[in-house]
């Protein structure tokens, strides 16, 4: 439909919900990744996450995700692939509170510091003005509710458009 009708009025809520669709999909992804890496089995981790951040770059967890890949490369004696990560969290999330990390670990391996990407600082800038994480009682009243908090999806960017089976 978004690509079909562009300029359709309807379209710009068809994105929204397609975004809260994905950062419920990424979520449960993150999850299931979270507990394999707590677990340190590292391999079913990197994968759930590899899928993860090539998948949803704008799901709102993707700057850990990309910091959890660093780690389970680095602790794998795996530099050069961990700095790819640490690198993508410098560049696509400009704005995290990952990127003095980041930029350190960089600093470590002897790889340069990629500088941020500028269409990425703006995504950011923008979605730090749209910002509307639930307050306390938002937060307290949605133990009633029986859909998933979608308030920490992504307000700007493109979502995938390509389904899970096809490369991107």
Same mark, same amino acid.
Do not use: C
């Given at each position: ?7 359709? &009025? ?53 700057? =850990? ?28 999330? &400009?704005?995290? &509170? ?31 003005? =749209?910002?509307?994480? &639930? ?10 509710? =029986? ?14 458009? =390509? ?6």
């Amino acid at each position: 439909f978004l690509e079909k009708y562009p300029n359709s &009025p309807l379209a710009p809520q068809g994105a929204q919900r397609l975004r809260e669709v994905q950062e419920v999909l990424a979520t449960g992804n993150f999850n299931i990744a979270q507990f394999y890496y707590i677990r340190e089995v590292y391999r079913a981790a990197g994968a759930r996450l590899i899928e993860l951040t090539n998948r949803y770059p704008l799901f709102s967890q993707a700057d =850990t995700a990309n910091w959890m890949l660093g780690q389970i490369y680095e602790k794998t004696e795996h530099n050069d692939i961990a700095a790819r990560y640490y690198s993508r969290i410098v560049k696509d999330y &400009p704005l995290s &509170p990952l990127v003095g990390d980041a930029k350190g670990k960089l600093t470590k391996f002897g790889v340069p510091v990629p500088p941020p990407d500028p269409t990425a600082v703006a995504r950011m800038q923008a979605e730090q003005a =749209t910002s509307n994480r &639930p307050g306390f009682v938002r937060r307290s009243m949605g133990i009633i509710k =029986t859909r998933p908090d979608v308030s920490a999806a992504s307000h700007t960017g493109a979502p995938t458009m =390509t389904p899970a089976g096809e490369s991107g």
